[in-house]
Structure formats: C-alpha cells, structure tokens
Nanobody, 122 residues
C-alpha cells in the first residue's frame, strides 16, 4: 500500500509561485495515476490536476495554464508547479494515487496524503 507525503506549501502573495511535491513510499507511483486535489475549510475536496500512468495530463479549468503537474517515476515523486497564484487558491493541497491508469478521471483514487497548506494573501 502506497504512502504519500506532501511538502512545499506555505504563504505567498497573490501573483507568486509555489512548487508542491508528493513523495511516495511503500509502492512505486509508476503503477498509479497521480493527482492533486485541494480542500478549503468547510468544503469537499476539489480536483486540481492529474497525470496518468503514461504521462497524459488533465487540469481543472481554473488551473489550466497556471498549474503544471509532473511525475518522476524514478524518484517516486509527483510535483505541482503553481504560478500566478490567487487568494482563491488558498486551501490544503492533497496528493492522491489511483489504480485506474488513465488521466481522464476527476474523482479521487484510494490513497491520500495528509496535505500541505497553501495560503495566498491579497
């Protein structure tokens, strides 16, 4: 069973950038599609981006062009580069692993990390 640990969150001003990283252990991410979700207080987790086992990528509409998801199967990590951040991007960002190999799901898979807080000030 894969374990996921996120890092890289923090406080940033609007217009700034952050790079989140998700490190996997107990399994290799090459057998999973990997995704990022985010959860604001009192809300359900929201799909952000997903990369399939063969590298295709899908983004939520509001993140397209600002966020980039990438996977490193050798390093067993998945990153999320976030540019042009807005206050409404403030949330806990969660890494997710899914046994379904395709990029074309926006629902989460079985495995979650604990999350990393991203706060964007105006």
């Amino acid at each position: 069973q894969v374990q996921l640990v996120e890092s890289g969150g923090g406080l940033v001003q609007a217009g700034g950038s952050l790079r989140l990283s998700c490190a996997a252990s107990g399994g290799t991410i090459s057998t999973y599609a990997m995704a990022w979700f985010r959860q604001a207080p009192g809300k359900e987790p929201e799909f952000v981006a997903r990369v399939g086992r063969t590298g295709e990528r899908v983004y939520a509409d509001s993140m397209e062009g600002r966020f980039t998801i990438s996977r490193d199967n050798t390093g067993n990590t998945v990153d999320l580069q976030m540019n042009s951040l807005k206050p409404e991007d403030t949330a806990v960002y969660l890494c997710n692993a899914d046994r379904r190999p395709s990029a074309f799901y926006t629902s989460p898979g079985e495995y979650w990390g604990q999350g990393t807080q991203v706060t964007v000030s105006s």
